[in-house]
């Protein structure tokens, strides 16, 4: 009798656990890449990975929260809007905008301005401006913080409100 596997990435009745199964994935780049990066003290390292596995963690849940929005909300049309493909569309789009969100403390120079190799990260050349590390902190806070914690309170009110009904 054959057995059929499920993937953690993609259920067999519902899309949710595409999302899951990418924040799981998440929790597991924090547990076996980021614990030893921060125990090697690795600054600027540990800063972009940090910076991956805590964004890509918030928009991991922000879609599982869009993803029962959906499904709460327009049960009938669940299955037509919500396909493999766009799942795993929303799924890269989250991974690639955490990974733009890290970059710069992976690929530019540290705060310092040395023009070596750092620790681990930044390219050799010239040092960047503090006002650019200013304006990746606001940028990283609205877009990696901010707006997600309004999205959420904006999708889990309307289930809320569409509940008691």
Not at 23 to 36: D, K
Not at 38 to 59: E, M
Not at 119 to 137: C, D, E, N, Q, R
Request: net charge positive; aromatic share 8%; glycine share 8%.
């Amino acid at each position: 009798m054959a057995s059929k596997r499920r993937n953690i990435f993609y259920g067999n009745k519902n899309q949710e656990s595409t999302e899951i199964g990418s924040l799981v994935f998440a929790n597991l780049v924090s547990a076996v890449v980021l614990a030893p990066v921060l125990l090697c003290r690795q600054p600027v390292l540990s800063a972009g990975v940090s910076v991956l596995v805590a964004t890509s963690s918030v928009f991991s849940i922000v879609s599982i929260a869009l993803d029962r929005y959906s499904a709460v909300l327009s049960p009938l049309h669940y299955t037509m809007t919500v396909t493999r493909k766009r799942s795993a569309a929303v799924i890269g789009g989250t991974w690639c905008l955490s990974g733009a969100l890290a970059a710069p403390h992976l690929v530019l120079p540290c705060r310092g301005g040395s023009a070596e190799w750092q620790g681990g990260g930044g390219l050799i050349g010239a040092s960047v401006s503090p006002v650019f590390w200013l304006t990746h902190s606001l940028v990283l806070l609205l877009l990696g913080f901010t707006l997600p914690l309004i999205a959420l309170v904006l999708i889990y009110s309307r289930m809320y409100a569409a509940a008691h009904r």
